[in-house]
């Protein structure tokens, strides 16, 4: 049996990560950011003040891996972090004035990059192709488990 990176789900989707991670990583600049750093902004332009807990629930990434993105997120200005009304324990992550003031610029860039890479798709092909990746993934978490 030879093994034909071309055919292979996993060799495809690193492959396809890395470009796109790369446009992002161009288009986002200017506004100070990383990639690293795009979907905890995502998730906090959604619903500010989380945990450390609650974000990396959110986010389905390593403890270890948050940690250096929220201490350099803060480094940078885009967060703050503060004690936990209920909790003596935990402490709460926040947008800053900065972190904010990005969002708009942040999701239009974002939004370009899909425009523009899944240009060759209908739209009915886009959306089966959406599907099918939320799929995959949700099997992968039920293999992980």
Known sequence: MEFDRMTSAGYLVNHMARLLVEILRK???????????????LVLWEKDGLTQKELLALLDIEQATLAN???RMERDGLITRKEH????????IHLTEKGRSIRDSAHLAA???NE????D???AETQAFLDYMRRV?????EVES
């Not at 993934?137 to 978490?141: F, M, P, S």
């Open 27 to 41: 288009r986002i600049a200017p506004l100070g950011i990383v990639p690293g750093q795009f979907p905890t902004l």
């Open 69 to 71: 993105t929220l201490t």
């Open 85 to 92: 009304p209920a909790d003596a324990r935990a402490r709460t």
């Open 111 to 113: 939004m370009q990059i």
């Open 116 to 119: 523009d890479v899944l240009a």
């Open 121 to 123: 798709l209908s739209d």
């Open 137 to 141: 993934i949700g099997r992968i978490k």
